[in-house]
């Protein structure tokens, strides 16, 4: 029989994860592993914290060290300074979904911002977007 988790491991998701004011990478790490990952899509704007600990470029090494791909994609981020989503610029942002969409469909993906609450969050509408691209569910994580 089947648990949980290998049946998760089987299905691809969009998912969705903030990591907020988080001191360090255990939550992140264990949904990367919980749902087998395959590529963490950094879509602010900027990949930079208030913690080092968050910038694109750790972030980048922790997923190389875990057998994960790390892309950001700036063009995905936000501009609206809200949670609805105005990329800063359009033809570049269709371009972004598409490639992420093509990534999606070999696994699981993760977006990754800064909010922790994805209902203020801008990557609920990319996370729909994809959705429509691709038609895997779209799963938020706390």
């Known amino acids: 029989m089947k648990t949980d988790s ?6 691809h998701y969009i998912l969705t994860f903030g990591y907020g004011n988080r001191k360090n990478y255990e939550m992140f790490l264990c949904y990367l592993q ?3 990952v395959k590529c963490v899509v950094d879509v602010r704007i900027s990949p930079r914290a208030w913690t ?13 060290s875990n057998n994960i791909k790390y892309i950001s994609t700036t063009s995905l981020g936000n501009i609206s300074g809200k949670e609805n989503w105005i990329p800063p ?10 490639k992420v969409a093509e990534i999606a ?29 691709v038609s895997l569910p779209v799963k938020h994580l706390d």
């Open 6 to 11: 290998s049946v998760l491991s089987n299905n």
């Open 52 to 64: 080092r600990r968050w910038y694109g470029e750790q972030i980048k090494e922790l997923c190389f």
């Open 89 to 98: 610029n359009q033809e570049e942002a269709d371009a972004a979904l598409n």
């Open 34 to 36: 919980k749902y087998d």
């Open 105 to 133: 469909q070999g696994g699981t993906i993760l977006l990754l911002c800064a909010e922790m609450d994805h209902h203020r969050c801008h990557r609920v509408d990319v996370a729909n977007e994809l959705e429509k691209l």
